[in-house]
């Protein structure tokens, strides 16, 4: 294989200003103006150097599975820089016809009242630091880590979803209909 086909398998990020990144063996520790956050590399066959403003990413191999992984953990590496400088914005939307669903939040769990004309309410985990704000119609979750924002987002849409029903005919739930880099006040 020539030189110019291995310099494929070696790429490099470059950390945005006000951000720290260090490595701790496989863990990687990145810390911006609105948080920190961790990645554990040990299952990724990538090999990571942190220099200086620069995180240098080389595949251990030469194949072709190999480059698709380098070229995954430089887009997680990238998202968790951009994560922790400007955040991550999902709106959702609440969409009933007959019985008015209300949200509400309660230490770590999103209570889901009044589905479908449900007495108890269903309730969804939030994942890690993420902020959810249920304002009327529309449901505000915010973070800044990725992972953890869309992650919630799945739970609460996976809360709402309807069984053992003609889901073409009963629309009820909450659905995501904006994502956005950059936390929304």
Known sequence: MSTKQLEKFATSVKV????????????LLVQGPLGKTYKN?????????????NVSLKALDTRKKDYAILN??????KRLCE??????????????AHFPITVKTKDD????????????ARVCQ????????????????????????TQTAANIEQATK??????????DGIYIFEKTSGIEK
């Open 83 to 96: 994560g922790v400088v400007s955040g991550y914005t999902i709106k959702m939307k609440v969409v009933f």
């Open 162 to 171: 309807v069984k053992g029903k003609d889901h073409r005919v009963f629309l």
């Open 16 to 27: 945005p200003e006000g951000v720290k990144v260090s490595l701790d063996k496989h863990m």
């Open 41 to 53: 590399f040990k299952k990724i066959p990538v090999d990571i150097k942190v220099e200086g403003s």
């Open 126 to 149: 939030i994942i890690g630091k993420t902020k959810v704000n249920p304002k009327g119609e529309d449901v505000i979750i915010t973070g800044h880590v990725l992972t953890e924002v």
């Open 72 to 77: 995954t953990s430089r887009s997680i590496i």
């Open 109 to 120: 769990k999103v209570l889901i009242e009044n589905f479908q004309g449900e007495r108890s």
